[in-house]
């Protein structure tokens, strides 16, 4: 009889043991997804993920082209999100809902967290147009122009003192006619009688040429 009852004892166990399911493992609070739709038509995901300093993910596909961007904060710092966190993210989408881009807003808290600190706000850390990552580049330097290259350049004889001219010697003159016509007359005057001066200065000096 005890072999009996021990056996009706056991299968009356593993029939319990078959009955009992195991119970799904809770999702943290902290670990939402939520899809959206911007007011540009951008199909968007919101997830979040971690633990005391949680970090948001957003996802958007637009026409082909895809953006997205990161999101940090401590929302555990409202009192209303640990009482309700399923509202605090629904709130938060409701605020991406509104503008164009998804990642437009550099920081957000609900409007359940009117009196929360800032360090309750979900910040932007990161976005794949990577303006929150990287610096803007230096302005480069204005290319000189062909311009003024070329009157930089000293100009071939610019400066240099003009030559002085050479000092020309005049060349002596032939004697003028007048003076050939005194020096006839006197031969004349010397050699000639008197009556004759005026046709010896004239055959004097017709020779003397």
Known sequence: MRAAAFLVLLALCCLGAEGQKPKPKKRSHAEEKIVFQTKGKDSCTMATSGHGEIKLRVDCKSQGKAYWCEYTGKPSFCRNFNNNPKLYWTQISLELKK???ACEPKAMKPS????????AEMKQVATSSGATLQAKPAPKAPAV????IKEAQPVPGKGKKPAKPKPTTASPGKPTESASEDKAMKLAQEHCWESLHGFCSYLIGFFAR
Not at 112 to 119: F, H, L, V
């Open 112 to 119: 359940m967290c009117p009196k929360a600190p800032a360090d």
């Open 99 to 101: 503008v164009t881009n």
């Open 145 to 148: 122009a062909p311009k003024q």
